[in-house]
């Protein structure tokens, strides 16, 4: 089959779809799948099939990588569910298609693959500066959660995203010539660092230090088995290494300071509760209950039916209802109340005001945390959530708890289909299933699958999905040729991070990003030896 257009004409279409499908990772699903579109024709249309796929047969790397979807059509001749399994290859077909495009098209120049990096920085920004104009209202929409302020992917997907732009713009920091140009990229890392911070994303903030630590014992085993290395770039090294040591030391007690907060209860005389409001009505008292907010015990001093009358007088949401948040107004109110000392009487709720009334029907628990973003308030939340659960084993609602349910059903899952899994498209019957026969304490909508990548693979495919999974992981990285190097690896770490708290290639924007920038760092640029940034790099 002969070439559509001249040979150039197809390049600059690969380039540009390339580009589009930078733009869209960040900022439109529609662009993410018109720029695959772009790619799949426009390598159709360019012709010479056959020696594409006799090199792409010789790339070993290329295979491999690209052989996680053989895994699902496998999967498919022990499957009962076809409906579910066609859909789940679909969305997972840039798994294949993406390294067979990028592995057999003309390789990038220097210069336009730095390019295309900066073109995805540059979206991530973007996406970032709408984000922001939207939390402080200058581009208006409902925000209930810090999490709506991402309206374009998932803010996990967005967090993952801003941590691989940060270190591409590390990667620029060092290979700028002018002072200027490392400002700039410096600016651009603090900007993002900050962004992070201010959308609370733990799983963003957690998957940079691990990168970075990794990143840092990387450099500086390298170093120590270069004698003829400069000292001071040793002492860079180990300085900086310290330096991060130092960091983690203090956001450790800064944490257990988040905890202490929680942990100083009142002292409550049991023998001398009293008995009624002060409008007559019977307090109830869970004596047994350990629950706490702020150091008050939850489970003290209430009275349903008068705090029931009191809310709805003040509310135009019910109390028997949920809060923007989906979670009970009856929870959400008792631990607002308590934070602040008070009983859950209607005494205490006239004594409201009226930003608070409007705090608690947002959802918001706690007296101290108010805002939409505060880094602070989801570090006690998330301390909370497991308090609870240690407690009392209740997981409805609570992001992280809940997902220990979910890594226990799909455990168990796994358990009962050990060495070849449930089947591409069984999974999500297999964890119904499971929750029924369990008797989960999961309520019906937050019965979900397993947000963890690994435990996703092993439900359908068994353990001998998984090793073939973990091998095609890390295959490119004993190829030094294609991905041992510094913009690889740092992607890589942030990538198989992500997989402990999220089953990433499930969705569309999860599997492009995994797929693209996979096959993009390591086929899409010409090979000129190991390809890393000067010696003192991050």
């Avoid at 001071?232 to 944490?255: H, Q």
């Avoid at 929680?262 to 047994?288: A, C, M, P, R, W």
């Avoid at 089953?503 to 390809?531: I, M, P, R, W």
């Amino acid at each position: 089959m002969k070439a559509l257009f001249p040979e150039k004409v197809h390049y600059y279409i690969y380039v540009f779809a390339l580009m589009i499908l930078v733009a869209g990772l960040p900022l439109s699903k529609f662009l993410m799948s018109l720029s695959q579109i772009i790619l799949a024709c426009n390598w159709l249309l360019e012709g010479d099939l056959k020696n594409k796929f006799t090199a792409f047969w010789k790339n070993k790397t290329a295979l491999i990588v690209s052989s996680i979807l053989l895994l699902h059509f496998i999967g498919l001749t022990y499957t009962s569910d076809f409906s579910y399994a066609f859909k789940d290859i679909r969305i997972k077909a840039p798994l294949f298609i993406l390294p067979l495009i990028v592995s057999t098209s003309k390789p990038l120049s220097q210069k336009l693959f730095d390019t295309v990096l900066q073109l995805l920085v540059g979206a991530v920004i973007i996406g970032t500066i709408i984000s922001s104009l939207i939390l402080i209202d200058v581009i208006h929409r409902p925000v209930i959660d810090i999490r709506d302020i991402s309206i374009f992917i998932s803010h996990i997907r967005f967090a993952l995203l801003i941590c691989v732009a940060i270190f591409i713009s590390s990667y620029f920091i060092f290979k700028a010539q002018r002072v200027f140009s490392k400002i700039i990229w410096t600016g651009v890392i603090i900007w993002m660092v900050y962004f992070l911070i201010i959308m609370e994303s733990i799983t963003g903030l957690m998957a940079l230090s691990v990168t970075l630590v990794g990143v840092i014992i990387y450099t500086a085993l390298k170093s120590s088995k270069n004698p003829s290395e400069p000292s001071k770039n040793k002492l860079f090294r180990y300085g900086t290494l310290l330096l991060l040591l130092g960091s983690m030391i203090l956001l450790a007690f800064y944490i257990n300071s988040i905890a202490a907060e929680n942990k100083q209860k009142e002292i409550v005389d049991f023998n001398k509760l009293e008995t009624h409001t002060s409008l007559g009505n019977l307090y109830e008292h869970d004596i047994q209950s350990e629950v706490s907010e702020n150091g008050h015990l939850i489970w003290m001093y209430y009275s349903i039916d008068e705090l029931k009358e009191a809310w709805n007088k003040r509310s135009v949401i019910k109390i028997d209802s949920t809060d923007l948040k989906g979670n009970s107004v009856y929870f959400t109110l008792f631990r607002f109340l308590t934070s602040k000392g008070l009983r859950k009487d209607a005494q205490a709720v006239f004594s409201l005001t009226e930003n608070e009334i409007k705090a608690i029907e947002r959802g918001v628990t706690n007296v101290n945390y108010p805002d939409v973003s505060s880094l602070k308030g989801r570090i006690y939340e998330t301390l909370w959530e497991i308090d609870l659960y240690a407690k009392t084993g209740q997981v409805n609602g609570h992001s992280l708890t809940q997902r220990l349910e979910y890594w226990r059903t799909a455990l168990s899952i796994i358990n009962n289909n050990f060495f070849l899994g449930v089947g591409t498209g069984d999974v999500p019957r297999a964890f119904e299933q499971e929750y029924i026969k369990k008797d989960s304490s999961l309520g019906e909508k937050w019965r979900l699958r397993s947000h963890n990548q690994y435990l996703a693979i092993t439900v359908a495919f068994g353990i001998i999905g998984l090793l073939w999974f973990l091998i095609t992981l890390i295959y490119p990285l004993l190829n030094k040729k294609t991905g041992f190097n510094y913009m690889y690896i740092t992607f890589f770490i942030i990538a198989v991070f992500s997989f402990f708290t999220e089953d990433t290639l499930e969705t569309q924007a999860g599997v492009t990003f995994f797929a693209f920038l996979n096959s993009f760092l390591l086929f899409a640029k010409k090979k000129s030896g190991e390809e890393v940034p000067p010696q003192n790099t991050l």
